[in-house]
Nanobody, 124 residues
Framework: HVQLVESGGGLVQPGGSLTISCAASGDTWRNYCMGWFRQTPGKEREAVAAVDGRGDTWYLDSVKGRFTIAQDNAKTTLTLHMNNLESEDTGIYYC???????????????????WGQGTQVTVS
């Protein structure tokens, strides 16, 4: 069973860049479905990027062209590279994992069983 720990959040100015990471322990996530979600006060948690067991990716329309989800070759770290950040990108970012078989993109929180603790990203 994989455990997830996010890191790399912080304060960044609009237009800036930030990379957040999600480290897996307990297992590699080979062929897992993975996702990055964000949540702000008063709003539901929303998916911003996802990758399935085949490596196909999905992005929220508002982050397309600015965010990139990636996994390292060892399948132990998931990253979210965020460029041209906007104030609307502010929130707590969570990574999530669902074990294989998983060959579809999961973009709804209830589809994931394993979550990290979250990392705060503030664009201001």
């Amino acid at each position: 069973h994989v455990q997830l720990v996010e890191s790399g959040g912080g304060l960044v100015q609009p237009g800036g860049s930030l990379t957040i990471s999600c480290a897996a322990s307990g297992d590699t996530w080979r062929n897992y479905c993975m996702g990055w979600f964000r949540q702000t006060p008063g709003k539901e948690r929303e998916a911003v990027a996802a990758v399935d067991g085949r490596g196909d990716t999905w992005y929220l329309d508002s982050v397309k062209g600015r965010f990139t989800i990636a996994q390292d070759n060892a399948k132990t770290t998931l990253t979210l590279h965020m460029n041209n950040l906007e104030s609307e990108d502010t929130g707590i970012y969570y990574c999530a994992a669902e074990p294989p078989p998983c060959d579809v993109l999961l973009v709804i929180p209830i589809m994931y069983k394993t979550w990290g603790q979250g990392t705060q990203v503030t664009v201001s």
